[in-house]
């Protein structure tokens, strides 16, 4: 039995509706930016506070920084022939932390001030 491309395997129903169905009105759709006056459900959860600071983060991360620094330094290999750049990725690393820092313990950057 052959198919044609638009034909559907018995008993399969078509999601689409009905060619000759009428198009909803635009009246009877909600305008646009507008919210549903019911809430869904579960949307009246909160957010759990956050103890850790983000300058903690920043002193982990330039901390990381710092030992792959002294790796890259401690072995030669990374460091010779075509990957003699490699030394500057940490030392990239380490400056943008520190200006994270500074940015950071001159009170900018605190969600709670915002």
């Known amino acids: 039995m052959a198919h044609d491309a638009g034909t559907q395997a018995a008993g399969a129903a078509d999601p689409r ?3 000759d169905a ?3 009105s635009r009246e009877s ?3 646009v930016g507008e ?3 019911a809430e869904p459900p579960g949307t009246d959860i909160e957010a759990p506070e956050v103890t850790l600071r983000t300058i903690r983060v920043v002193h982990w ?3 990381l920084w710092v030992l792959a620094l002294v790796a ?3 072995v030669p290999v990374l460091r010779e022939g075509e990957r003699d750049w490699w030394v500057w990725i940490p030392v990239a ?3 943008l932390g520190v200006i994270g820092h500074v940015y950071l313990a001159r009170g900018r950057g605190n969600a709670a001030d915002a």
Do not use: D, E, S
Request: proline residues 33%.
């Open 61 to 63: 991360g330039i901390g």
């Open 22 to 24: 009428p198009l909803p």
């Open 93 to 95: 690393g380490i400056a």
């Open 72 to 74: 890259v330094l401690a």
């Open 35 to 37: 919210r549903p006056a």
């Open 29 to 31: 759709a909600p305008p």
């Open 17 to 19: 509706p009905p060619a």
